[in-house]
């Protein structure tokens, strides 16, 4: 099973700060690895697919990167929304899996 | 626009049985990959099972192997999940979620869940 491995658990910014986010896959899943925001009480939410590329509606604020064992999350400016907890998963290999999740809190 | 609405969650007891249903719409439903991903209360997101568009391949995590079946009626327009020999540890939300593409298993689309509580 490969693991994913999501730092920090908790960022702390402010509004209008960048945030990065890191996902560090036990072993190799390619590009195929996805991004999701899950606010409370609402279903999470597709943000990046295929590492780096951006789901429909999403903004351009959001951005991902990396390949292999490595990826990042960039929010290039926070707003008050944004505030949520982010979540990766890789669907190179089976059993699908997800990190841990970092949450993106109001400093 | 595309929506999941899944059915069928509630209350059982540890060993009992229950069926989740996805009705999806806004899109051609056989062509797309359907998978069923769980939520415990106040944890992160485990993926639990995927069928793909035909119904033929199907692939589930080791905690529910042998325990859940996963199926789908493209007559019905319809995604299910037959859960079996229910745990305490089942217990979360369920959600339905579009697979993007076969072979890049990531979920675009994603119902509003259906809670499975598995208490005596």
């Given at each position: 099973?490969?693991v ?10 402010s509004?209008g ?11 190799s ?8 925001e899950?606010k409370p009480?609402?279903?999470p ?14 903004p ?5 990167s990396?390949s ?15 505030f949520a907890?982010?979540?990766?998963q890789?669907g ?6 997800f990190?841990?999740g ?6 | 626009?595309?929506?999941?609405l899944?059915?069928?969650g509630?209350l ?10 996805c009705a999806?719409?806004g ?10 991903v769980r939520?415990?209360?106040g944890?992160?997101?485990?993926w639990?099972?995927t ?6 391949a199907?692939h589930?995590a ?14 019905k327009?319809?995604?299910?999940l037959?859960m079996n020999s229910?745990r305490?540890?089942?217990t ?6 579009k697979?993007r593409?076969?072979g890049?298993?990531?979920?675009d689309y994603w119902?509003?869940g ?6 005596s």
């Amino acid at each position: 099973e490969i693991v994913l491995t999501q730092s920090p658990v908790i960022l702390s910014l402010s509004p209008g700060e960048r945030a990065t986010l890191s996902c560090r896959a036990s072993q190799s899943v390619g590009s195929n690895l996805a991004w999701y925001e899950q606010k409370p009480g609402q279903t999470p939410r597709l943000l990046i697919y295929d590492a780096s590329n951006r789901a429909t509606g999403i903004p351009a604020r959001f951005s991902g990167s990396g390949s292999g064992t490595d990826f990042t999350l960039t929010i290039s400016s926070l707003e008050p929304e944004d505030f949520a907890v982010y979540y990766c998963q890789q669907g190179s290999t089976w059993p699908l899996t997800f990190g841990g999740g970092t949450k993106v809190e109001i400093k | 626009e595309v929506q999941l609405l899944e059915s069928g969650g509630g209350l059982v007891q540890p060993g009992e049985s229950l069926r989740l249903s996805c009705a999806p719409s806004g899109f051609t439903f056989r062509n797309y990959a359907m998978a069923w991903v769980r939520q415990a209360p106040g944890k992160g997101l485990e993926w639990v099972s995927t069928i793909g568009g035909d119904g033929v391949a199907t692939h589930y995590a080791d905690s529910v192997k042998g325990r859940f079946t996963i199926a789908r009626d493209n007559s019905k327009n319809t995604l299910y999940l037959q859960m079996n020999s229910l745990r305490a540890e089942d217990t979360a939300v369920y959600y339905c979620a579009k697979v993007r593409a076969w072979g890049s298993d990531q979920f675009d689309y994603w119902g509003q869940g259906t809670l499975v509580i598995v208490s005596s």
